[in-house]
């Protein structure tokens, strides 16, 4: 079973508020992932990171930032939330040939 | 560039209906992996089936069954006689092989009514 964890699992913030979103994995992993799940469905990649110190943006534009001090953890943070920000996040880790793992999701939205 | 195509948005079945979902691809690598993942309304993904470029045997699990077929780079999903708790949202993924991320079709949204 997969030990990828992410919280909060929903939060219902204001406009302009700083949110950090959580995600901690257990196993190790170098490889680590956020994905945006807008309303409509579709999932895109807006960060990942190889290892420690490193992030990267992925293919949908993003205002978050990221950061990865430590292994097990990837927060993810939005500086001034805005209603455009409502979104499902789905942290990842590890995606290879074989495997993928994923944690539950915070469901996020901002009024 | 990758790209996963899931060209039905919504389905919507009755109880015990047979439903398949398609899925096309396009990669330009030799070696290549592929993913199905349930979403239920709760809003987590669930692993169903992985599947590599050099394995064509179609795969059966249950009520599920999958067709690989590399001619066509299509990668479909049956549900056999379709239950109510299959009412989800299901996708189809690539791993991109250079950055090691899975790239998403845009999902169906499958609604089984009983």
């Known amino acids: 079973e997969a030990d990828i964890y992410q919280t909060p699992r929903y939060l219902v913030i204001g406009t302009g508020k700083k949110i950090t979103l959580e995600c901690s994995q257990t196993m190790g992993h170098d490889k680590m992932y956020w994905y945006q799940q807008d309303p409509g469905m579709e999932l895109h990649l807006i960060h990942y990171?190889?290892?420690?110190?490193?992030?990267e943006k992925g293919d949908l534009s993003s205002e978050s930032t990221v950061s990865r001090i430590r292994t097990e953890h990837f927060p993810l943070t939005l500086e001034s939330a805005r209603p455009s920000h409502t979104s499902q996040y789905l942290c990842?880790?590890?995606?290879?040939?074989?495997?993928?793992?994923f944690g539950q999701g915070t469901r996020l939205t901002v009024v | 560039a990758q790209k996963v195509t899931q060209a039905q948005t919504e389905i919507s079945v009755v109880e015990k209906e047979d439903v398949t979902l398609d899925c096309v691809y396009e990669?330009?690598?030799?070696?290549?992996?592929l993913f199905w993942y349930k979403q239920p309304p709760s809003g987590e993904l669930v692993f169903l089936i992985r599947?590599?470029?050099?394995?064509?045997q179609n795969e059966i699990s249950g009520r599920y069954s999958w067709n690989f077929q590399k001619s066509t780079s299509s990668f479909n999903f049956t549900i056999t006689a379709s239950q109510v708790v299959d009412s989800a949202v299901y996708f189809c993924?690539?791993?991109?092989?250079?950055?090691?991320?899975?790239?998403f079709g845009s999902g169906t949204r499958l609604q089984v009514q009983p």
């Open positions: 990171s190889y290892g420690v110190n490193s992030t």
């Open positions: 990669t330009r690598d030799t070696t290549y992996y």
């Open positions: 993924a690539l791993v991109d092989t250079g950055r090691r991320a899975l790239t």
């Open positions: 599947r590599n470029s050099f394995d064509e």
């Open positions: 990842a880790s590890k995606i290879g040939a074989t495997e993928a793992f």
